[in-house]
């Protein structure tokens, strides 16, 4: 079994920031490409930001410049920090994470979400 547990949501002003973090625990062998995704009342999800094994990142043209993507691999953990937030960043804020839990197959795990609230 593999928990994804994502924290580091809240209320902020607009202009504020916030770091939101996802560690990952259970049965891991390795994990790849780690992701954040966000999905706002009646939108769609979509992809914030991402970032490889390796470290290499790729953000929405919505958020390039404000978040960053990181990861610390020896945590199982992978970040975003948001600043100059902005109203329509505004969503639940959702990582996901592809996992080997063996040598082999590799699984695509999500977390359970945090609220991401920006005030006017």
């Known amino acids: 079994q593999v928990q994804l547990v994502e924290s580091g949501g809240g209320l902020v002003q607009a202009g504020g920031s916030l770091r939101l973090s996802c560690a990952a625990s259970g049965s891991i062998f390795t994990i790849n490409a780690m992701s954040w995704y966000r999905q706002a009342p009646g939108k769609q999800r979509e992809l914030v930001a991402g970032i490889t094994r390796d470290g290499t990142t790729n953000y929405a043209d919505s958020v390039k410049g404000r978040f960053t993507i990181s990861r610390d691999n020896a945590k199982n953990t992978v970040y975003l920090q948001m600043s100059s937030l902005k109203p329509e960043d505004a969503a639940v804020y959702y990582c996901?994470?592809?996992?080997?839990?063996?040598?082999?197959?590799?699984?695509?795990?999500w977390g359970q979400g945090t609220q991401v609230t920006v005030s006017s």
């Open positions: 996901n994470c592809r996992i080997r839990p063996g040598l082999v197959h590799e699984y695509g795990y």
